[in-house]
């Protein structure tokens, strides 16, 4: 059975990183890192909440220190997940330096939740009030730099003459309120399957863990990452939601990353995987 840590919140994690005032200036914080790889493998690694960071600017938002220990700052183990990966891969990846509690990259950009007032029951005093100048500022100087290297990233590998294959990696808390999540892992997904389906396969083959289908969450949600690079342009790709308590130190990364390493690359080695296809999105019709 998979490794499993329990952690509290005030408990360091693998690959965490926490707001710091040695951030001096504006210029100082970049909102985004890109782990270069082979781009003629024709895969791209996503970690939209990779990371807990806020600019000096802002403090912390009004908020205690043990909010950033907890899954609504940050994706927990996801940095460290992603980053082995990439290694053991060889391929690109996007990792988004700022914590959502600062603004949402896996958001569209007209998203309610966008900049969250209250997150699982934690008020955030920062982003409350907020004025549509500060709205705009977050959004010039975080979310939008942030899905500009993705599909720069993307272009890279598309200028190689391959449709990549993107793979979005995210966590989730093993409770929802009182209800105890029985999934190891999920895939989320829209209409588009290509990728989804042998994933979900793949997972489930060694049979020791419970793979939801569109679960904890569903897949399908306008304006997100996916949405934006994948299904608007028919990029075959697939969201995988990791339970946090089973990558939350290193030992749970080195057990995932060697699980999903394999995986990955059987995906990647299908030619369908790179192959440009629109589907139609549940959310409704595409922008035009």
């Not at 272009?155 to 409770?175: D, I, N, Y």
Request: aromatic share 8%; hydrophobic share 40%; with cysteine.
């Amino acid at each position: 059975m998979p490794h499993t840590t329990i952690m509290t919140n005030n408990t360091m994690r693998a690959g965490e990183s926490h707001p710091t005032s040695s951030e001096s200036s504006q210029s100082d914080f970049v909102p985004f890192e890109i782990i270069e790889g082979d781009y003629d493998k024709g895969m791209v690694l996503l970690a939209d909440h990779a990371m807990n960071r806020l600019p000096a600017r802002y403090g912390d938002l009004g908020l205690p220190a043990n909010a950033f220990h907890r899954h609504i700052a940050f994706d927990i183990g996801i940095e460290g997940l992603t980053r082995q990966l990439a290694a053991m891969l060889g391929v690109p990846a996007v990792l988004g330096c700022f914590s959502r509690l600062l603004i949402d990259p896996n958001r569209g950009e007209d998203d309610p939740t966008l900049i969250m007032k209250i997150s699982d029951g934690a008020i955030i005093p920062g982003n409350h009030p907020i004025t549509q100048e500060e709205w705009n500022f977050r959004l010039d100087t975080y979310h939008r730099p942030y899905h500009q290297a993705v599909e720069r990233t993307i272009a890279k590998v598309e200028a190689r003459g391959r449709t990549p294959l993107v793979l979005s990696l995210h966590s989730f808390t093993p409770f929802w309120k009182d209800a105890a999540r029985p999934w190891h892992a999920g895939v989320l997904w829209d209409t588009d399957d290509r990728a989804v389906t042998p994933l979900i396969e793949k997972l489930r083959e060694a049979g020791d863990i419970i793979v939801g289908d569109n679960e904890p969450y569903d897949g399908a949600l306008k304006g997100d990452t996916m949405y934006r690079h994948c299904m608007i342009p028919g990029r075959p790709h697939a969201l995988l939601e990791v339970r946090q308590d089973l990558i939350g130190d290193e030992a749970g990364i080195a057990e995932w990353s060697t699980r999903l390493a394999p995986i990955f690359a059987a995906l990647n080695a299908d030619p369908i995987l790179h192959e440009t296809k629109i589907f139609p999105s549940r959310t409704g019709p595409y922008p035009a």
